[in-house]
């Protein structure tokens, strides 16, 4: 039987002040995250995406953060998938980056609307024309009854149909913003005293209010 009480790090590594961090928490994210590309770590865009239907009921996953501004944090999936119905009908969301090697983790929260389709479209050019014909053949989040073969099937009858060129950026495909009303840093620290510095949007001015939390 797997001994799990005992599975545990203390961390050392770094530490993170509240009067030290960046006033604007979009920047102070843009710095961590590039260390954690310095750092050479796998996927650092990678970050948990958690939903919840209209009654409540959460879901999460694994997707990958392509662009974030000031204006949010950028992804893209299938409308028609159980995340995309779910930001439908309950636009709240979070999000949570974790980057083990630094550790480190950044929780977002806010609201969550769709890019534009010119957005959408210009992103869906630029991937890979494979993962363009995947995203076209793919029922996301629905039961598929004639197994792997019938979505190889589908998506090999598109390219017969559309060739190098690749297919257009289908209606049911496109991008997320997400809006942050707060954005959390945590740094691990030593016998897990870590350091939580919260930035909560002030809704007048556009300013941030900074705070720390207990671990």
């Not at 960046?22 to 990678?46: G, H, I, K, S």
């Not at 239907?53 to 999460?60: L, V, Y």
Request: glycine residues 6%; hydrophobic residues 40%; contains cysteine.
């Amino acid at each position: 039987m797997r001994d799990l009480a005992s599975l545990r790090l203390d961390y050392s590594a770094r530490s993170l002040d509240e009067y030290e961090v960046d006033p604007d928490p979009v920047r102070q994210f843009a710095t961590w995250f590039d260390q954690a590309v310095t750092a050479q770590l796998r996927e650092p865009n990678a970050m948990t995406l958690a939903t919840a239907s209209s009654d409540g009921i959460p879901s999460a996953r694994v997707v990958l953060l392509k662009e974030f501004n000031e204006s949010g944090f950028v992804f893209f999936t299938n409308y028609e998938s159980q995340k995309g119905r779910e930001l439908a009908a309950n636009p709240h969301a979070a999000l949570v980056f974790f980057w083990n090697e630094l550790e480190r983790q950044v929780r977002v929260q806010g609201l969550v609307e769709k890019t534009t389709r010119a957005e959408s479209e210009a992103y869906f050019k630029i991937r890979p024309v494979k993962s363009q014909y995947g995203a076209a053949a793919s029922p996301q989040s629905t039961a598929v009854e004639g197994g792997r073969e019938w979505l190889e099937e589908r998506m090999l009858t598109l390219e017969e149909e559309f060739g190098e060129a690749g297919p257009a950026c289908p209606p049911f495909w496109g991008g997320y913003r997400l809006s942050p009303r707060t954005i959390e840093f945590w740094q691990g620290r030593r016998s897990r005293l870590h350091d939580r510095v919260l930035y909560t949007r002030i809704e007048t001015g556009g300013l941030w209010k900074i705070s720390r939390l207990a671990p």
